[in-house]
């Protein structure tokens, strides 16, 4: 597929991720890049999907489902932007389809590590599909330079990676579907599998056991929906051992508006310390030997961002990197494959059953092996 190569899009889910992938699409309209049909069997989201076409003079094809769209050849890329329950059935869908189509899926891959390993060993028999995960916070800036930093070598080996993410509530989805684990697969699948992912890709090595203590403590007690009270948990802290060593450890708490960044990570080497806070969308680090007198400070910014969106950017620059994959035509793989979204659930489910039990889960207990190399 050559760059002036058309290349067009079908959109399953038009709820708000769907709606941010739409217009991110739309900003990348320059790059021959065309939204062409969606699907969602949810009205009003059909709805809002109708008026953004219009907005921006892109005829489109509307379907009330997925296998509508698929059966339709209308599309040469898909990105599934459902709630998370109804990944797995649609991914096997796709990768079935006798058409081919390149598919983004968001996050998480599935809601259960079974299912993510169907996914992936379903994918393998077509390798006529590229499929990407959107484990998009890699793209964020201040993390793109902190990840570029450490990377280096600038701090050496990396031996501990923290994560503090103190931000708001979850928000308001169509049916309230995210209110609830069976639908998410847990508060530490659906948020933080972006969290686990970047631990590994800082640490170059896979996960070995996790302990997670977290609980309901502030939000959604009040609510009910269809007589069942929501429960998913709003604060944790999760701890992560890995195979060479290191040490990873995520601070969640989502009754925290008033936190001046969303989300701080900080990456220690033998070496030296990285620092990234999001959105302020500052770096920080030095080395052990200049000490404190010699921390640099950097804005982190990309030009290349046209829109910023719901994600600083993070879901243009996406968007940008799997059009690049596709257009390769096989010679240049996801950026973000199908282990790393296979792992990242795995760690989070492996967290929540940590919590239950009260002890330490090997990775083992969730996921028989992880035949897979660490990202480099």
Not at 42 to 53: D, F, G, P, T
Not at 225 to 251: C, H, Q, T, W
Request: glycine fraction near 8%; proline fraction near 4%; include cysteine.
């Amino acid at each position: 597929m050559a760059a002036n190569d058309k290349v067009k899009y079908g959109i399953i889910g038009m709820g708000m991720m769907g709606r941010e992938h739409f217009i991110n699409l739309h900003h990348l309209r320059s790059q021959g890049v065309s939204v062409v049909c969606i699907a969602d069997p949810h009205l009003q989201s059909r709805q809002q999907a109708l008026k953004l076409a219009n907005a921006f003079d892109w005829p489109l094809k509307v379907f009330p489902g997925h296998q509508e769209l698929l059966d339709s050849g209308l599309c040469d890329v898909v990105v599934v932007s459902t709630p998370n329950m109804t990944h797995y059935q649609i991914l096997m869908d796709i990768i079935n389809h006798p058409k081919p189509h390149h598919v983004l899926v968001e996050k998480p891959l599935c809601t259960t590590v079974a299912d993510c390993k169907k996914v992936v060993e379903a994918a393998r028999k077509r390798p006529d599909i590229l499929v990407q995960v959107g484990l998009e916070y890699r793209y964020m800036p201040p993390v793109a330079k902190l990840i570029q930093i450490v990377k280096s070598g600038s701090i050496g080996q990396v031996k501990m990676v923290a994560i503090r993410e103190h931000r708001f509530p979850f928000l308001v989805k169509v049916n309230d579907w995210n209110r609830f684990n069976e639908n998410t697969g847990g508060t530490l699948v659906e948020k933080c599998c972006h969290f686990f992912d970047l631990m590994r890709l800082f640490v170059g090595s896979n996960p070995m056991r996790v302990m997670a203590s977290g609980a309901v403590d502030v939000n959604h007690k009040d609510e009910m929906y269809n007589g069942k009270v929501p429960d998913i948990i709003d604060n944790a802290y999760v701890i992560v051992e890995f195979e060479n060593g290191s040490r990873g450890m995520l601070d969640l708490c989502m009754f925290a508006e008033g936190s001046k960044n969303e989300q701080e990570i900080v990456v220690v080497g033998n070496t030296g310390k990285g620092e990234a806070f999001v959105p302020e969308s500052i770096v920080r680090f030095a080395t052990r030997e200049a000490g404190r007198e010699d921390v640099q400070t950097l804005k982190a910014e990309d030009d290349r961002i046209k829109y910023e969106g719901l994600h600083h950017g993070s879901s243009y620059l996406e968007h940008l990197n799997f059009l690049s994959a596709i257009r390769a035509k096989g010679a240049k793989v996801p950026a973000v494959d199908l282990q790393d979204g296979l792992i990242s659930v795995a760690i989070g489910v492996a967290a929540q059953l940590s919590i239950e039990k009260g002890r330490f889960i090997a990775i083992e207990e969730v996921m028989e092996e992880l035949n897979c190399i660490a990202s480099a």
